[in-house]
């Protein structure tokens, strides 16, 4: 029984190979379904990580001295200086240098 059942199997799988291209409306059912998951690939993974990214340089751009920002190793301080790719901050008396990429949120603005 197994046997027959294997022999229906390559005769079903021989048909399929032997079936020959009918142009294009072969090519078109093959690639459109890969049209639909490439669109929604870049719907839904690729442009909110455009989007957030965005708002993270914008956000980064609108810090001056005076703020108070964490940065992503979990640091919080107060902005004290800027250069073109570095922020200097104060974190309770001692000054360090951190690059602008490092800053993970701005949590508060100017005091006083």
Request: net charge negative.
């Given at each position: 029984m197994e046997a027959e059942a294997l022999t229906h199997f390559g005769m079903y799988v021989g048909v399929l190979f032997a079936q020959e291209s009918t142009g294009g409306s072969s090519a078109i059912a093959f690639l459109f379904p890969l049209a639909i998951m490439g669109g929604l690939f870049y719907v839904l993974l690729i442009l909110p990580q455009r989007r957030r990214a965005k708002r993270m340089d914008q956000m980064r751009s609108d810090i001056t001295v005076g703020?108070?920002?964490?940065?992503?190793?979990?640091i919080?301080?107060?902005v004290v200086g800027e250069k073109e790719d570095e922020f200097t901050?104060?974190?309770?008396?001692?000054?360090?240098?951190?690059?602008k990429r490092a800053i993970a949120e701005k949590l508060g603005g100017h005091e006083g």
């Open positions: 703020d108070e920002v964490r940065t992503i190793g979990g919080l301080g107060t901050i104060d974190i309770g008396g001692q000054n360090i240098r951190i690059v």
